[in-house]
C-alpha cells in the first residue's frame, strides 16, 4: 500500500517536473521574456541587499547634508545627489524595496477575497448570491482604480500602509471577474458534476475542483498586475499621498526631481526610468507566463 | 512666426501702445491663485494683494507698524470703554462707477463683512454700522478693543448700490439674496487704484488704471521716466521653470510669491534687465505641543530648540536673506531677539536639557512626530534636518506630510496635534504684532494652528497680552510687544528655524516699491510701483 | 435592440447609484474638517460651527446623503469649498478643457497607432515590427506622468520645440468661449494663429496620453492583420493581383476595426484617469487637474462629483461602444437578436 503510494507520488513529481520543465522550455523560447525575468531578479536581489551593495545605505532614513545638494552624476554620485544632499543611486535601490513591497502586499490583500468572491458568484451563478457579488464588483469597476484610489488615500493619513490599503481595496474586484468567467463555464463540465453527484462539500467543490484551473489566469495577471500596481503606487506617490519622508519612494523623487528640471535634470530622470525598468520587466514576464499557459485574456 | 504671434497677442487684447510707441506699459504679476475676489470672503494673502489695487481699506498700514487715514480721515473712541467707534470719512472719493463714497457705503460694507462672516471677519468680533451722517460711521463693538482700527487695514468698503443691484436669489441671506458674491467675484465694486476688467477664477485677473483714484497719480518723488502703470495683469502660474522662461524672456514684469530655487534666484541676480527686492519675510514657526509626550516637558522642548542645526538648513540660502527670526519679523518695529543666541546648534546643551527631561531613562521608547504641509520642500527640509539632528541624541522623529487639509484638521485639539508641526506665518492680518503675539499665544485668539503650542497657563503673559488690546497709545503698546517676546520665549513652545523673504523679483524697469512695509498688500499695491518706458524700449524694444 | 440598452441602461444606473453611495462614504466618514477649509486662516470656532451646520456636517450619514441626493436631482451639487463656486460651474468651466486634450489624444493614437499596426502586421517580423514592438512594450511599461516628464525636458526645456504650460501663452487673450475647445473657439472667432498655438500647446500633453493607446491600438492592429493575412480569401486576392493598399484598407483594416473600436471605451475611462497626473504636470486648466486638486483639498461636494462625472462618462462611453459593436459585427447583432 505505501509503496503503491510512494510510486504513485514518484510519478506525479515526475510529471510536474516534466510539465515544468515543457514550461521553462517554452518561456525561453521568448528572449525578451527571459531578459524581463534577468532584470526582475536583479532588481529583486539588489532591493533585497539594498543596505550592503548601495553605497551609501544611511542616506536612505535621516540624513541630510544640504552642502552636497544638487550634485550632478560623478563617480561618487552615479546618480547625482538630490536637494537634501542625498545619493540619488542610492535610494532608487532603496526605492524599488519599497515599490516591491507594495506590489506584493497589494496583491496578497487582494487577490485572495477577489478569488473566493469570483468562485462563489460563478459557481451559483443566476442566483441572487452572485447578483450581489457582480453587482458590488461593478460599482468598483466604474472608475478607473487611479480615481478611487486618489480619493481613498486623499482622505487617510498618506503613509504607505494606507496607500496599500487602498489599492488592496480597489483590487479584489479584478480577480473576482476574472474567476467569475472562468468558474461560470466550469460549473456544469463533468468533473464538478461528477463531484457534486459524490456527494462532495460545497467547499471541495470551489477549492479542489474549479479552483486549481484558474490558477494560471490569475498567476498571469499576477504578474501582469505587479507593473500596473507598482505604477499605481507610483502615481499615488506622485502627487504625496504614499510613503513618508524620509522613505525613498520612485514616484515621490519623480515628483520632487522634477520641480528642478532642466538644471538638475539627474535626481528625477533616473528614478523616472527606474519605474519604467520595474514594470516592464514585470509585463516581460507576465507575457511569457501567457504564452506558456496559453491563457487567451486576462 | 513668435513676432508675429507676440503682436497678434498685443493687437487682441486691446492695449493703446505706450508713449514710446513700441513697448507697452503693462504690468504682468504673477500671484498665485488668487480664489476669491470679494473683499467679504477674501482671505488668504494672494488674496489680499488683489484687494489693495481693486479696493481700498478704510485706513492705510503705516511703516511704524500702526495705520494712517485712508478712506477715513479721523477716528475717535465715543466714551471710555473702547467698544463704540466713530470714524469720519474722506470726501469725494469716486468709485470705480464714478459713484462718491458715503457712510452708506461703509456701514452696508461693514454688516455685509459680518454678516457673512467669513474671510477676515473673524478678528473684528461683532460689529454693528451706524450711519451718523454722510461722511459719519459709528461701529459698535461686542467687546472693547484698542487695536480696532488698526483691524480695518483689512476692511475694504465695496458700493452699497452697485453690489444690492447684482445680488442673485434665492441666496442664504433671505431677501439680500447672495450677498452679491457670486458676482463680486469677477467683477469690483470699488474705490482702488485699478478696476478689474475681467476675471477668469483661477487663472487670470486683468486690471486697468483708475485715472479718479482720490489719493491721485502724482509723480513726486518718482523720477523723470517713471510712470503710472496703465493696466495689470495678474496670472496665475505656480511651475517656476515657466516663470523663470517668461521672466528672461521679458513677459512677466513682477513675480510676488518668490518661490524660487536656489540657481533661479542667481540666475535672477547675474541677470542685469531683473531685479529682487524684499519688503516682508514669513516666519517660519515650528510649532511644540506642550500637551502631549514628550514635548510636553519643557526640558525636551528646549533640548530641541539647542539641538536644531540652524547653520546647516541655511546653506546657501543665506545669502538671499534667509536668516535669524523671533516670535515677530526681525523688520518689524519692536523685534527683540530670542534664543538661543548666537543662533546655532548646540549639541552639548541638548544633552543637558534633555538630561534635565522627564524623558532621560528612556529615551529609547520616545517618539517625536514632525508634520509638515505635504508638498513644501523647504519645510520638508527642515523636518529632515530636525530627524538628523535629533538621532545624534538617539532621540527617533518621525517626519510626515499630509496634504493641508488633513495636516490643518489636525490642529484643532491638543490632543490630536503632532509633537511638531511647521507653519509659515506671513503678515498677513493687521496689526501684525497683533497677529504675532495676540492671536498665537493667548487662549481667546485664534486657536487652530496659529497656536498649535497649546500653551496658555503664564499668568503674566495673558494679563499683559490682554494689556497689548485694552492700550490706546501705540507707543506704550510697542512696549508691552517688546516686554512679552522674552517672557513667551522661555517657555520653548516654537523654534524658529529661519525668516524667509518674500523675494520680489521684476523687471528693472518696474520701479518699486516707494514704500516697503512689513505686510502683505501694500507693498503689491501697484499705485505703489511705476514703470520706465524709455528703459524697457532700451531693455527689451 | 431597444430592450438591450434599457437594460444596459438600467444596469449602468445602479452602478452610478452605487457608486454615489461608495464615494459619499468615502468623502463622508474620515476626520477632517472640510467647514475650516471652506472658511479660510482667520476664521473663528463660532464661524466653523456655523459653516459646519450649512454644510449638515452634523447630520448622519443618511441624512446628508439626502441632501445630497434630492440636490443631485434638481442639478445642484452643492459648492466647492476650493473655489467657493457651484461645483457645476466648475464643472462646466473645466471638463471641456479635459475633452479636447482627451479627444486629441485618442485622433492621435488611433491615427498612428492604426498605421503603426498594419506596417508592423503587413511587415510582419521585420525590423519594424521589432522596433514597433519594442516601442509598444515601453509605452505600455511608462506611467504617462514620467511620459510627460520626459517630453517636457526633451521637448520643451532641452529643445525648445513646444510649450509646456496651459492652454495658451499668458499674453494671448483666449477667444471667446464657445464650444471650451480653445482651437474650436479660436477658429469660430477667426483668429488663425491663435489656434495654431493652441494645437501647439495640446501637443505634448495629449501625446504624452496617447502614448500607451498607440502601443496597445499598434499591437491590436497587428495581431488582427496577421491574423488575416493567413486566411484564404486574402491569397486568393493577391493571387488576382489586387492592389496592395486595396488589399490593406478593403479587407485587412476593416476586421481590425472591432477589437479597435472595443478598446476605445477602455481606453477613454484610462485616458481620464492618466490625465489626472498628466494635466498637474502640465498644469492644464482642466477636469482632471480639478478632480486632483479638490481631492487633496478635501473639497467634499466636488470631489463627490468628480468622480460621478468620471463613472457617468465611462458608463456612457461602454454602452455606446457597445451598440457601436452590435452593428459593426454581424454575427454578435443576429446572436443578440436571437438573444
Redesign the interface.
Given at each position: 500500500m505505501w509503496q503503491e503510494r510512494k510510486a504513485d507520488l514518484v510519478a506525479t513529481m515526475k510529471l510536474r517536473r516534466q510539465s515544468l520543465a515543457k514550461g521553462w522550455y517554452k518561456y525561453s523560447r521568448n528572449p525578451?521574456s527571459v531578459l524581463g525575468l534577468i532584470v526582475l531578479v536583479l532588481i529583486g536581489t539588489s532591493a533585497g541587499l539594498a543596505p550592503y551593495i548601495t553605497p551609501y545605505p544611511a542616506h536612505a532614513g535621516?540624513?541630510?547634508n544640504?552642502?552636497e545638494?544638487?550634485q550632478p552624476p560623478s563617480w561618487k554620485h552615479l546618480f547625482g545627489t538630490d536637494?537634501?544632499g542625498r545619493d540619488v543611486f542610492t535610494r532608487v535601490i532603496f526605492g524599488y524595496r519599497f515599490s516591491l513591497l507594495l506590489g506584493v502586499v497589494v496583491l496578497s490583500l487582494g487577490v485572495a477575497p477577489g478569488v473566493v468572491l469570483g468562485l462563489i458568484a460563478g459557481y451559483r451563478r443566476g442566483t441572487w448570491v452572485e447578483i450581489v457579488i457582480m453587482?458590488?464588483t461593478?460599482?468598483?469597476l466604474?472608475?478607473?482604480?487611479?480615481?478611487?484610489a486618489?480619493?481613498?488615500t486623499?482622505?487617510?493619513?498618506?503613509?504607505l500602509l494606507n496607500a496599500m490599503f487602498a489599492i488592496a481595496l480597489l483590487w479584489w474586484p479584478w480577480y473576482c471577474r476574472l474567476v467569475f468567467a472562468v468558474a461560470s463555464s466550469l460549473r456544469n463540465q463533468f468533473f464538478v458534476r461528477e463531484a457534486e453527484l459524490c456527494g462532495a462539500s460545497r467547499a471541495h467543490i470551489l477549492f479542489r475542483e474549479i479552483l486549481p484551473n484558474c490558477v494560471a489566469p490569475i498567476l498571469t495577471k499576477m504578474t501582469l498586475d505587479m507593473?500596473i500596481v507598482i505604477?499605481l503606487g507610483?502615481?499615488l506617490s506622485?502627487?504625496?499621498?504614499g510613503a513618508?519622508?524620509?522613505t525613498p519612494c520612485l514616484g515621490t523623487m519623480?515628483a520632487?526631481g522634477?520641480?528642478?528640471?532642466?538644471?538638475e535634470?539627474w535626481s528625477?530622470?533616473f528614478p523616472?526610468l527606474a519605474?519604467?525598468l520595474v514594470?516592464?520587466a514585470f509585463?516581460?514576464v507576465g507575457d511569457g507566463l501567457r504564452d506558456v499557459f496559453a491563457v487567451e485574456e486576462v | 512666426m513668435k513676432a508675429r504671434l507676440l503682436s497678434v497677442a498685443v493687437m487682441l487684447t486691446g492695449v493703446t501702445l505706450g508713449l514710446m510707441g513700441a513697448v507697452e506699459n503693462v504690468a504682468v504679476i504673477n500671484g498665485f491663485p488668487v480664489i476669491t475676489a470679494d473683499p467679504a470672503t477674501a482671505s488668504d494673502w494672494y488674496d489680499t494683494e488683489v484687494m489693495y489695487n481693486l479696493y481700498s481699506p478704510l485706513v492705510y498700514p503705516s511703516p511704524d507698524g500702526g495705520v494712517r487715514p485712508h478712506l477715513a480721515v479721523s477716528w475717535e473712541a465715543v466714551g471710555g470703554d473702547l467698544t463704540h467707534w466713530r470714524f469720519n470719512l474722506r470726501q469725494g472719493v469716486k468709485f470705480h462707477s464714478g459713484n462718491t463714497l458715503t457712510a452708506e457705503d461703509v456701514a452696508f460694507s461693514m454688516t455685509r463683512f459680518i454678516t457673512m462672516g467669513r474671510g477676515n471677519s473673524g478678528p473684528l468680533g461683532q460689529v454693528t454700522a451706524v450711519v451718523v451722517d454722510t461722511y459719519t460711521v459709528d461701529f459698535v463693538l461686542d467687546k472693547p478693543s484698542a487695536i480696532f482700527p488698526e483691524t480695518l487695514a483689512l476692511f475694504f468698503p465695496v458700493e452699497k448700490n452697485l453690489v444690492l443691484a447684482n445680488i442673485k436669489k434665492p441666496g442664504p441671506y433671505g431677501d439680500l439674496g447672495d450677498y452679491g458674491e457670486e458676482w463680486l467675484g469677477t467683477h469690483d465694486a470699488g474705490t482702488g487704484p485699478y478696476m478689474m476688467t475681467s476675471h477668469i477664477p483661477g487663472q487670470r485677473l486683468d486690471a486697468t488704471r483708475f485715472l479718479d483714484y482720490f489719493e491721485g497719480w502724482s509723480n513726486e518723488g518718482w523720477g523723470p521716466d517713471e510712470v503710472p502703470i496703465e493696466r495689470l495683469v495678474f496670472i496665475m502660474e505656480t511651475d517656476?521653470?515657466t516663470l523663470m522662461t517668461l521672466l528672461r524672456a521679458g513677459m512677466l514684469d513682477l513675480e510676488i510669491n518668490g518661490g524660487w530655487?536656489?540657481?533661479q534666484l542667481r540666475e535672477i541676480q547675474e541677470d542685469n534687465r531683473l531685479r529682487l527686492s524684499f519688503c516682508w519675510a514669513q516666519n517660519v514657526t515650528v510649532w511644540m505641543n506642550s500637551k502631549v509626550p514628550p514635548t510636553d516637558d519643557e526640558h525636551f522642548r528646549k533640548a530641541i530648540l539647542y539641538a536644531f542645526d540652524y547653520e546647516?538648513?541655511l546653506?546657501?540660502w543665506a545669502e538671499f536673506g534667509n536668516g535669524e527670526t523671533g516670535i515677530i519679523l526681525p523688520n518689524m518695529p519692536g523685534y527683540v531677539p530670542i534664543e538661543p543666541q548666537p543662533r546655532k546648534q548646540d549639541l552639548e546643551r541638548a544633552r543637558q536639557e534633555l538630561a534635565l527631561s522627564k524623558y532621560a531613562a528612556n529615551l529609547r521608547d520616545v517618539k517625536v512626530t514632525f508634520h509638515f504641509c505635504?508638498?513644501l520642500?523647504f519645510e520638508?527640509?527642515v523636518?529632515?534636518?530636525l530627524?538628523?539632528d535629533m538621532?545624534q541624541l538617539g532621540v527617533r522623529?518621525e517626519?510626515?506630510?499630509?496634504?493641508w487639509p488633513?495636516y490643518s484638521a489636525s490642529c484643532s485639539a491638543p490632543e490630536t496635534t503632532p509633537n511638531l508641526t511647521i507653519f509659515l506665518f506671513a503678515p498677513q492680518a493687521f496689526p501684525p504684532h497683533d497677529y504675532y503675539l495676540y492671536s498665537m499665544f493667548s487662549a481667546s485668539g485664534l486657536g487652530w494652528i496659529f497656536s498649535a503650542h497649546w500653551y496658555f497657563e503664564d499668568p503674566e503673559i495673558a494679563h499683559l497680552l490682554d494689556e497689548t488690546r485694552a492700550e490706546p497709545d501705540p507707543g506704550r503698546r510697542m512696549d508691552i510687544y517688546r516686554q512679552l517676546q522674552p517672557l513667551i520665549a522661555a517657555h520653548s513652545l516654537a523654534f524658529y528655524p529661519y525668516q524667509k523673504p518674500t523675494l520680489f523679483a521684476h523687471q528693472a524697469y518696474i520701479v518699486g516699491p516707494k514704500e516697503s512695509i512689513a505686510f502683505v498688500g501694500p507693498s503689491e499695491n501697484m499705485h505703489n510701483w511705476r514703470i520706465n518706458l524709455k528703459l524697457k524700449q532700451e531693455l527689451r524694444g | 435592440m431597444a430592450k438591450f440598452i434599457g437594460q444596459r441602461l438600467a444596469?449602468s444606473l445602479?452602478?452610478?447609484f452605487?457608486?454615489s453611495l461608495?464615494?459619499f462614504f468615502?468623502?463622508r466618514v474620515?476626520p477632517?474638517d472640510p467647514a475650516r477649509a471652506a472658511l479660510g486662516f482667520l476664521a473663528t470656532q463660532d464661524q466653523v460651527e456655523k459653516m459646519r451646520a450649512e454644510m449638515h456636517l452634523d447630520k448622519p450619514f443618511v441624512v446628508q446623503y439626502y441632501y445630497w441626493f434630492t440636490g443631485l436631482l434638481r442639478g445642484d451639487l452643492g459648492k466647492s469649498s476650493y473655489t467657493h463656486r457651484p461645483v457645476t460651474t466648475d464643472l462646466g468651466q473645466f471638463i471641456p478643457a479635459t475633452l479636447e486634450l482627451i479627444l486629441f489624444a485618442t485622433l492621435i493614437s488611433l491615427t498612428v497607432g492604426q498605421v503603426t499596426g498594419v506596417l508592423a502586421g503587413y511587415f510582419r517580423n521585420s525590423w519594424f515590427d521589432g522596433l514597433s514592438r519594442l516601442i509598444s512594450?515601453?509605452g505600455?511599461?511608462?506611467?504617462s506622468?514620467?511620459v510627460a516628464?520626459?517630453l517636457?525636458?526633451v521637448f520643451s526645456?532641452?529643445l525648445r520645440l513646444a510649450p509646456s504650460v496651459g492652454r495658451l501663452p499668458i499674453m494671448v487673450a483666449p477667444p471667446p468661449t464657445v464650444t471650451g475647445f480653445m482651437v474650436l473657439d479660436a477658429l469660430i472667432a477667426g483668429r488663425v494663429e491663435v489656434a495654431l498655438v493652441a494645437l501647439k500647446h495640446l501637443l505634448l500633453p495629449a501625446v504624452s496620453l496617447a502614448l500607451i493607446h498607440i502601443a496597445q491600438e499598434g499591437r491590436i492592429t497587428r495581431t488582427s492583420i496577421v491574423e488575416n493575412l493567413d486566411k484564404d480569401y486574402i491569397t486568393m486576392h493577391k493571387v488576382h493581383g489586387i492592389r496592395t493598399s486595396r488589399l490593406v484598407f478593403k479587407y485587412l483594416l476593416r476586421p481590425s476595426i472591432i477589437p479597435t473600436v472595443a478598446v476605445i471605451g477602455l481606453d477613454f475611462?484610462?485616458l481620464?484617469?492618466?490625465a489626472?497626473?498628466v494635466e498637474?504636470?502640465f498644469m492644464w486648466p482642466g477636469f482632471a487637474r480639478y478632480?486632483?486638486t479638490t481631492?487633496?483639498n478635501?473639497d467634499l461636494n466636488a470631489?463627490v462629483a468628480v468622480?460621478l462625472v468620471?463613472?457617468v462618462t465611462?458608463?456612457m462611453v461602454n454602452l455606446l461602444v457597445d451598440i457601436l459593436i452590435t452593428f459593426l459585427d454581424p454575427t454578435i447583432r443576429i446572436q443578440r437578436r436571437g438573444g
Open positions: 525578451l535621516a540624513f541630510t544640504f552642502r545638494a544638487g536637494r537634501i453587482r458590488i461593478d460599482v468598483f466604474a472608475v478607473p482604480p487611479l480615481v478611487l486618489l480619493a481613498i486623499a482622505m487617510l493619513t498618506p503613509n507593473g505604477l507610483a502615481s506622485f502627487v504625496g499621498l513618508q519622508p524620509p519623480v520632487d522634477a520641480k528642478r528640471l532642466p538644471g535634470w528625477t530622470i523616472a519605474i519604467v514594470i516592464l509585463n516581460l | 517656476y521653470t530655487t536656489l540657481p546647516s538648513i546653506g546657501p505635504g508638498g520642500d520638508e527640509e523636518g529632515l534636518q530627524q538628523a538621532a522623529v517626519v510626515a506630510g499630509p496634504p488633513q | 444596469q445602479f452602478v452610478l452605487g457608486l461608495l464615494i468615502i468623502a474620515v477632517g512594450y515601453l505600455i511599461a511608462t506611467p506622468f514620467v516628464i520626459l517636457i525636458f526645456q532641452l475611462a484610462f481620464m484617469s492618466n489626472f497626473l498637474l504636470v478632480a486632483v481631492m487633496l478635501k470631489m468622480v468620471i463613472g465611462f458608463a
